[in-house]
């Protein structure tokens, strides 16, 4: 994970250098190196409480237990995360706690802080994330000695000044100690207007720099320029 951080920072560079002013977007990687478990790895987790309360037994392996969820009806093979997600955690609550169980505690890593170092020198205005934990926020307030202005997966933000240098996080799937995470497919389809309204405010600023994470065309209905 190290290495993907110090790759994360030389990518930074690299937009400094080429363009005056840019955007990052980022993902989990980002802080999965702070310890918030990956997508694979919470609906592993998830999956084998799932086993364990079906079958009154702990799975011997990873192959034992994917063996198992693919057979099960709920189990979509193509969205293993959101499939399990619906059957483990099955209401709003349920989900709040789990997350806040495995992001409270973390500090932001060494790619939050050089974003946040980014903001400071005038580079980038926002942060775009798919990411519902705070370490982003918590390195902007220890950088930039400012709390960010944040807009939430459901805002769409017309009156945000995007010439203020403040720094500015714009959160697509929502936040954890709101419990009004939208990480299902129904609920990003939801909010679709709301994604693609933020990334048209952010277009004229420079390209995208995808960090920590993938971008997918689909989610937004304006293009815009993605490193």
């Known amino acids: 994970m190290e290495k993907f951080i110090q790759k994360t920072i030389h990518d930074l560079i690299g937009a400094i250098k080429k363009y ?23 609906w592993r987790s998830l999956g084998t409480r799932l086993y364990e309360k079906y079958n009154n037994s702990t799975p011997e392996n990873i192959k034992l237990l994917e063996e198992w969820l693919y ?23 349920e989900r709040k706690l789990y997350f806040q169980s495995i992001i409270s505690g973390k500090s932001p890593s060494q790619a939050h802080n050089a974003i946040s170092k980014l903001m400071t020198h005038g580079y ?77 405010m952010i277009a004229y600023d420079g390209p995208l720099v995808v960090a920590g994470g993938s971008l997918h065309k689909g989610y937004f209905m304006h293009d815009c320029e993605i490193q």
């Open 20 to 42: 005056s002013s840019f955007t990052p977007f980022i993902g989990a990687g980002i802080s999965n190196a702070s310890g918030i478990p990956l997508a694979g790895e919470i």
């Open 71 to 93: 057979k099960q009806p709920f189990f979509r093979e193509e969205n293993p995360y959101a499939s399990i997600l619906d059957v483990a955690l099955i209401n709003r609550e």
């Open 124 to 200: 980038a205005k926002v942060v775009v994330t798919t990411n519902f934990d705070r370490l982003m926020e918590y390195s902007i307030i220890n950088i930039c000695s400012c709390m960010p202005i944040i807009v939430f997966f459901d805002e769409i933000p017309e009156y945000v000044n995007m010439n203020s240098l403040r720094p500015k996080v714009f959160k697509l799937h929502g936040d954890y100690l709101f419990g009004n995470i939208q990480n299902l497919d129904r609920e990003i389809y939801l909010v679709k207007k709301s994604m693609s309204e933020k990334i048209r």
